[in-house]
């Protein structure tokens, strides 16, 4: 069965440096996205992409976030300045035509 | 907008006895439901989903959810509980083109 990988899977960075975390989605998906979980706490939309534009995204993802599909295959989440309350685990999903959304394993972010 | 309620923050149970996880959503136009566990330091994991058709879904590791369209419920049960079983479980909403919605999230404990 096709799956979407991240990696890494876990990534420790200091605050204000910049991190990219990194997605491949399933081959034939169109539709891209990155949601957020603070430890313990609820999954949270960030941002979801299309046709190599940002088509929705949340109070969180401000200025600092910002997402690319460089190649055609890789789908990034680049943060510019982290912050400590950037802590948390990053999910990228990717859907098809069927509407089936399918989840990543999760990156762990960990900014100290 | 959208939203998803999961109105207990922890449900405990004895093994061998049926469990019941709750959810209610709202949402503007046909909904697909899913549920998703979560283990300690691990990603989302699928369980079921609907889409259409039968109310009542059947997935992975025998769960099984109902849909319910007068109530806006999508119930998420088991005959008979597992210690194993003992996760986080999340419910998601979405209509087909549009980002997940997640709930709070239930802690699940099944005891020997």
């Known amino acids: 069965e096709p799956e979407v990988t991240q990696t890494p899977s876990h990534q420790v960075t200091q605050m204000g440096q910049e991190v990219i975390l990194r997605c491949v989605p399933i081959s034939n998906h169109l539709y891209f996205y990155w949601y957020r979980q603070i430890l313990g706490q609820k999954v949270e939309f960030l941002v979801s992409f299309y046709n190599n534009e940002i088509s929705e995204k949340s109070e969180i993802f401000d200025d600092q976030f910002s997402v690319e599909r460089p190649d055609g295959s890789n789908f990034t989440l680049k943060i510019r300045s982290t912050k400590l309350e950037d802590s948390a685990m990053y999910f990228c999903a990717s859907r098809g035509r069927t509407g089936e959304q399918y989840f990543g394993p999760g990156t762990r972010l960990t900014v100290t | 907008a959208q939203s998803v309620a999961q109105p207990e923050d922890q449900v405990n149970v004895a093994e061998g006895n049926p469990l019941t996880v709750k959810c209610t959503y709202s949402?503007?136009?046909?909904?697909?439901l899913f549920w998703y566990v979560q283990y300690p330091n691990r990603g989302l994991q699928f369980l079921l989903k609907y889409i259409t058709g039968d109310n009542l879904v059947k997935g992975s590791y025998g769960f099984e959810a109902e849909f319910n369209k007068s109530q806006t419920s999508f119930h998420l049960k088991k005959p008979s509980a597992l210690v194993s079983d003992s996760a986080l479980y999340f419910c998601a909403v979405r209509v087909y083109a549009g980002k997940s919605t997640f709930g709070d999230g239930t802690t699940l404990t099944v005891k020997p």
């Open positions: 949402v503007s136009g046909n909904p697909y």
